[in-house]
């Protein structure tokens, strides 16, 4: 997976990218996504739907689910049974963002404090696995074997992704291949799978299919690219997140990469030093900022995110003009543009 680099410039009078359209566009779906998931979140535990409800009520856009009824809007789908299977993802990635937080001892999700800081990390890991289990409850109700394969390959994906990062962690040698192998694992598996369960539901040829699967995964790549330049631009409460978790963790993301193989000698030794966790103090998350911003490995890193999301783009090329498509566009434009 490689890139073609395009200078990242905002047009003169150019609308800002908005993800407005896409949210007009799904509104009504999503009134019914969320039914499902308010429903199937629900247990005789009270810890599990109150810790569920920690995180699924947090805020989050529901882009993932958001792709599912976008897709099916875009192909002219006319029955429901996306509904279940939008709640399905929503939960698949729920679940994976629990047991992230674990895993990553991170202590804000989505502006607040994270379900392992309020319930502990059993309890997070635990309901974790009862999203799954409902996720899976969701696809065989909806009694397609190709639904099924597709989001459970998903989740295979992404643990496979996830395990890749937490081997390629605190390991300078890590290539910008390495990492975009990574991202497309654990984040752009499931913009795929989501998107293209739309044209399964609708029974859309295999070049349709194809093609809502491309626009999905160069989404979430672009999507994952800027979530990582953040890590390096942005404060707490734009991303939801603590500043320099990333740093502090000893992720490989590519602000890094970059800035580690554009330093001198003594950026270098910084690097290696800060990503093996012996310099992760507040003055040297600070000092770490500057070199990527000295570099200007930030705007590097969105220009490779805007030649994905270009890609998302063209991969609708196919489909007729129209609201849907419109939509669908500018979002990955938006995903790029967040935080700019």
């Known amino acids: 997976m490689t890139a073609e680099i395009v200078p990242l410039r905002k047009a003169s009078g150019a609308p800002e990218a908005s993800i407005d359209a896409m949210l007009g566009l799904t509104a009504s779906g999503l009134n019914a996504v969320n039914a499902v998931i308010l429903d199937r979140m629900q247990s005789e535990i009270p810890l599990i739907p109150s810790l569920a409800g920690h995180l699924i009520s947090g805020g989050g856009k529901r882009l993932r689910p958001m792709l599912t009824l976008a897709g099916a809007e875009l192909v002219g789908y006319q029955g429901t049974r996306h509904y279940k299977l939008a709640a399905a993802v929503e939960f698949i990635h729920t679940a994976t963002l629990l047991h992230d937080d674990v ?44 639904v099924l394969k597709i989001l459970s ?39 795929a799978a989501a998107s293209r369960i739309a044209a399964v539901v609708a029974e859309c040829s295999d070049a349709e299919e194809q093609a809502l699967d491309d626009y999905g995964r160069n989404l979430g790549i672009a999507f994952q690219l800027v979530d990582d330049a953040l890590d390096y631009s942005s404060d707490a409460a734009e991303m939801g997140k603590d500043r320099g978790d990333d740093f502090r963790e000893g992720k490989m993301t590519l602000p890094v990469i970059l800035a580690y193989a554009r330093g001198d000698a003594e950026e270098r ?56 498509r419109e939509a669908m566009v500018e979002a990955a434009h938006f995903a790029v543009a967040r935080g700019f």
Request: aromatic content about 8%; overall charge negative; glycine content about 6%.
């Open 269 to 324: 030794k910084f690097w290696e030093a800060a990503i093996l966790g012996h310099r992760t103090s507040d003055e040297d998350l600070a000092h770490a900022v500057s070199l990527v911003e000295r570099h200007d490995c930030v705007t590097a890193t969105r220009e490779r995110a805007r030649h994905f999301a270009q890609r998302a783009a063209d991969a609708l090329s196919i489909f007729p003009d129209g609201k849907a």
């Open 153 to 191: 390959s998903a989740s295979a994906i992404i643990a496979e992704g996830e395990v890749a990062q937490l081997t390629s962690q605190r390991k300078i040698t890590t290539s910008e291949q390495r990492y975009l192998d990574i991202i497309g694992s654990k984040t752009a598996a499931l913009f």
């Open 103 to 146: 895993v990553d001892g991170s202590e804000m999700r989505r502006g607040k404090a994270a379900a392992n800081i309020i319930f502990g990390n059993p309890a997070t890991v635990l309901v974790g696995d009862f999203l799954f289990s409902r996720a899976f409850e969701l696809m065989t109700e909806d009694g397609s074997l190709k």
